[in-house]
C-alpha cells in the first residue's frame, strides 16, 4: 500500500550535480525518518543521508559539504542534492523512509524505492 519512488538519476561528468527526489504515496500517517543509500557494484550498501520531519540531518563523512538532503512534508517527498560528484559516487541510490501507516499503529515500517542509476564518469 505504501510506495517510494525515486527519480532524477543519470549519467554525469566529474565535477558534475544531480538532484534525487523520492516520493511516497499509499496509506501514511507519518513518516520518520526519510534518507538515501546507496550500492556500488559489488559493495554492500551504504548509509548516505538522513533527514527527520523536525529537520535533523546526517550525513555519511564521504559525503559531507557535497550533498544535501531535505524533505517537503507536505509532498511526502525527500530530495538529495549531489554537486562535486565524483566517480566513487558511481551507485545505486534508494530511498529509505519509516512510515506509521494510521494513527492506530504505533509502530513504524521500513519501506524502500526501487533505486535509481547515479553514474559519474567522464
Known amino acids: 500500500q505504501v510506495q517510494l519512488v525515486e527519480s532524477g538519476g543519470g549519467l554525469v561528468q566529474p565535477g558534475g550535480s544531480l538532484r534525487l527526489s523520492c516520493a511516497a504515496s499509499?496509506?501514511?500517517?507519518?513518516?520518520?525518518?526519510m534518507g538515501w543509500y546507496r550500492q556500488a557494484p559489488g559493495k554492500q550498501r551504504e548509509f548516505v543521508a538522513t533527514?527527520?520531519?523536525?529537520?535533523?540531518?546526517n550525513y555519511a563523512d564521504s559525503v559531507k559539504g557535497r550533498f544535501t538532503i531535505s524533505r517537503d512534508n507536505a509532498k511526502k517527498t525527500v530530495f538529495l542534492q549531489m554537486n562535486s560528484l565524483k566517480p566513487e559516487d558511481t551507485a545505486v541510490y534508494y530511498c529509505?523512509?519509516?512510515?506509521?501507516?494510521?494513527?492506530?499503529?504505533?509502530?513504524?515500517?521500513?519501506?524502500w524505492g526501487q533505486g535509481t542509476q547515479v553514474t559519474v564518469s567522464s
Open positions: 529509505y523512509a519509516e512510515i506509521r501507516s494510521s494513527i492506530r499503529q504505533p509502530y513504524t515500517t521500513s519501506y
Open positions: 499509499g496509506s501514511i500517517f507519518s513518516i520518520n525518518p
Open positions: 533527514i527527520t520531519s523536525g529537520g535533523s540531518i
